[in-house]
């Protein structure tokens, strides 16, 4: 379906990111590659699928970064088709205690870093009259929990930002919309359940099944899998309608 096509997806050398980017070369797609640590194993992953991979190690919060990783796309592949907004980090803490930095640091890689691909990334689009931006926010763009203000603040503006982008581009060929997922099981969500382990004194299982137990109805976690499923279906012939959503994937959180 994505043959000829190039999608980037920022902070995919792992979780969630690199199951997405995996999705996509399945399609077809040609990709760009962004994120923190080992680059080679997930390009030779993205390779495996017939399909051509590049990586850039652009740091998300810095916005001339963000430039040379979209100048360096267009360079390898002509534009940008699909665009993925993943890159994030978490840092959990009172609002009062939470330190400066890292509120800035959140901020700016869970949220500014979306502005500034996509306003990159548009004009192409716009040219080809297709494209799609899919913004994978969170269950916290749409309610909060305690100790992640920056976090739920971030997710929140990416939600705004989803549907103020989808409106400008309402008459055109390229959508844009958000997918919000609820725990899924990834090396950042595990650090989590390690450490409630070990703070509670329990058993790793026993903390993962409390996890769940008090956000997720289905007490199942969301797969990577599925939300790769969901950004295939939203770049679709069949989404084409599907315009400024914020697409829940969490097993009932935001139901109750």
């Known amino acids: 379906m994505l043959q000829g096509k190039t999608a980037l997806v920022t902070g995919s050398t792992s979780g969630i990111g690199l199951g997405i980017a995996k999705a996509l070369a399945q399609q077809g797609a040609n990709l760009v590659l962004n ?10 992953e993205i390779r495996a699928l017939g399909v051509k991979a590049e990586y850039h190690d ?4 810095k916005p001339a970064q963000i430039e040379d990783l979209m100048a360096f796309a267009a360079a390898k592949f002509g534009r940008v088709d699909v665009l993925v907004n993943n890159a994030g980090i978490q840092h959990v803490a009172k609002v009062e ?3 400066a930095d890292k509120w800035d640091a959140i901020i700016a890689i869970n949220l500014t870093s979306a502005f500034h691909t996509t306003r990159l990334a548009i004009p192409a689009m716009r040219e080809a009259n297709w494209g799609r931006v899919i913004n ?27 549907k103020a982008v989808a409106l400008e581009t309402a008459t055109t060929g390229v ?22 382990a070990a703070r509670e004194g329990i058993p790793v299982a026993q903390a993962k099944k409390d996890l769940l137990g008090e956000k997720q109805p289905s007490l199942q976690f969301t797969t990577v899998d599925q939300l790769g499923g969901l950004a295939v279906f939203l770049c679709s012939p069949a989404a084409e309608q599907v315009r400024g959503v914020a697409w829940q994937m969490d097993g009932g959180w935001t139901a109750q």
């Open 35 to 44: 994120g923190f640590g080992d680059a080679a194993g997930p390009l030779a």
């Open 58 to 61: 652009a740091d998300m919060s």
């Open 175 to 196: 959508t844009c919309n958000a997918i919000c997922p609820g725990w899924v099981l990834t090396p950042l969500v595990q650090k989590q359940i390690d450490d409630r």
């Open 136 to 162: 994978i926010a969170s269950t916290h763009g749409l309610v909060a929990s305690a100790q992640k203000s920056a976090y739920v603040a971030a997710k929140h503006g990416i939600v705004g930002l989803t």
């Open 97 to 99: 205690d939470f330190p």
